[in-house]
């Protein structure tokens, strides 16, 4: 299932969302597994949050509310 970016409307699939962007970060890849097991509240924490700005994702709500993507100009 596909979620678009409020953006600039780049779809974006919902299983790469939640399981294989954090590892587009600058994350140790072992810091990036622990990730992938906390509530979703701590997965968009401010520390992560600044962690995917970084690499151009911006949320809302939730981890497949996306309001700025790394397509957006």
């Known amino acids: 299932m ?3 970016c ?4 780049e779809p974006w699939d919902v ?8 590892f587009e970060t600058e994350l ?7 990730w992938q097991s906390l509530s979703p509240s701590e997965r968009l924490s401010s520390y992560y949050r ?3 700005k970084k690499c151009g994702y911006e949320f809302v709500a939730s981890i497949v509310n996306v ?7």
């Open 2 to 4: 596909d979620v678009h």
């Open 6 to 9: 409020s953006s600039c409307s």
């Open 15 to 22: 299983y790469h969302l939640r399981y294989a962007a954090i």
């Open 28 to 34: 140790h890849p072992q810091e990036a597994e622990k």
């Open 50 to 52: 600044e962690v995917f």
């Open 67 to 73: 309001v700025r993507c790394p397509f957006c100009p």
